[in-house]
């Protein structure tokens, strides 16, 4: 009798988690705001912060054993299952195993692709810019990340030598974060420690990844194969995942505004190299004639940092990173982010609008020089 109950509990569980994860989706659809200041605000955020905690304690990414274990079991169950022919057991389990792995997803990533957007938490008006609102923005980042590459080590051949251990940098973008929420009311402090190079980076690298949020172990993965310059933007932006913004063109504004909340010098040019390549790409793409103009304004260091890009990349243009973009895109889409891959470009769009807030802040405080929520970290 007990072995019948468990039995039937077995395969109740998984789905009364999936129905309270599906609840709370139709929570958000209906409450958004309620249930961004709730759920996302308060409970998602100290039961990742515990997850994160958790997982710190693994000296190695658990995502990529995982990965390595399911890999693993999708060529093995299925040999088992033909030599001792227990295919309905296997398969009931794997249908179990799918109910738990969508449940858990729903509830550490999936619910807060439905948040409140960014935006509206910073009471910024997003919409389509004029070409001055762009170029002006352009002109300010190159500025500022111009002299931030002023600032970084370098060896005689123009390589940027950190100063930082990775574990370094993953306190400067804990303490940035901390500076933001207390100057900006931004609900993104808190500790979430568990932030991981991969063992297998280099691979990762034929995908044409960088980094990824890993919803099952609430942990932030990192290409650490990528030149050095990309590293602390690569830990910044998966860090905004795991903090609970899970669009991409979030993510990538978070990144920007950590810039101006740190004076660790490697995380700062780091920032803006990361944001000033998506200025860049979108201004190219509108007014390519200003595009020429605003490259050559880039300092040495950045261009010779860009060269170091471009030559990394080149030999890992395969197919495989075509379908792996094209997976990218469809999971996207899947998400609620209709532009797929494309959402990533439209960062540029909320960095003018944090641009044109700033530069309003600027007229109403003449003599005011201190940019704006520059931090003591």
């Not at 209906?30 to 994160?52: K, L, N």
């Not at 195993?97 to 999936?110: D, E, K, N, R």
């Not at 880039?298 to 890009?309: A, G, H, P």
């Amino acid at each position: 009798m007990g072995n019948i109950m468990a039995a039937k509990w077995k395969i109740r569980i998984p789905f009364m988690l999936l129905g309270f994860s599906l609840t709370l989706f139709l929570l958000f659809k209906f409450f958004p705001e309620f249930m961004d200041r709730i759920y996302s605000g308060f409970i998602y955020r100290y039961m990742a912060q515990g997850f994160s905690r958790l997982m710190a304690l693994i000296p190695f990414s658990m995502a990529e054993m995982l990965i390595y274990a399911l890999v693993f079991l999708l060529l093995f169950l299925p040999v088992r299952a033909f030599m001792h022919k227990t295919w309905k057991k296997d398969a009931r389990n794997l249908g179990l195993a799918v109910v738990y792995a969508v449940s858990v997803f729903m509830l550490t990533c999936g619910l807060n692709y439905h948040r409140v957007p960014l935006e509206e938490h910073l009471g910024y008006k997003v919409e389509p810019a004029p070409r001055e609102d762009l170029l002006s923005l352009a002109t300010a980042i190159i500025e500022q990340t111009n002299r931030a590459a002023s600032f970084t080590g370098r060896n005689a051949e123009g390589n940027m030598i950190p100063d930082y251990t990775f574990d370094g940098i993953k306190k400067a973008v804990a303490a940035a974060y901390d500076s933001l929420a207390s100057n900006t009311g931004l609900n993104v402090g808190g500790s979430y420690p568990s932030v991981k190079p991969v063992m297998a980076s280099r691979g990762m690298s034929y995908a044409f990844v960088m980094g990824f949020f890993f919803p099952w172990t609430v942990e932030a993965n990192i290409n650490n194969d990528v030149p050095v310059f990309w590293i602390p933007a690569l830990v910044a932006h998966e860090q905004a995942h795991v903090r609970g913004f899970m669009r991409e063109n979030e993510a990538n504004f978070l990144t920007y505004l950590l810039s101006g909340y740190t004076k660790n010098r490697e995380l700062k040019y780091s920032c803006l190299l990361h944001s000033l390549n998506y200025v860049l790409r979108a201004v190219y793409q509108a007014y390519p004639l200003d595009y020429n103009e605003l490259i050559a304004r880039l300092s040495q260091r950045i261009l010779y940092d860009m060269d170091q890009n471009r030559a990394y990349w080149e030999p890992f243009r395969t197919s495989l990173a075509e379908v792996s973009q094209q997976v990218n895109d469809a999971y996207l889409k899947a998400n609620g982010q209709k532009e797929g891959v494309g959402s990533y470009g439209k960062v540029v769009d909320l960095m003018i609008a944090h641009h044109k807030n700033y530069q309003e802040t600027m007229q109403q405080k003449p003599g005011h020089s201190v940019y704006i929520g520059e931090g003591t970290q």
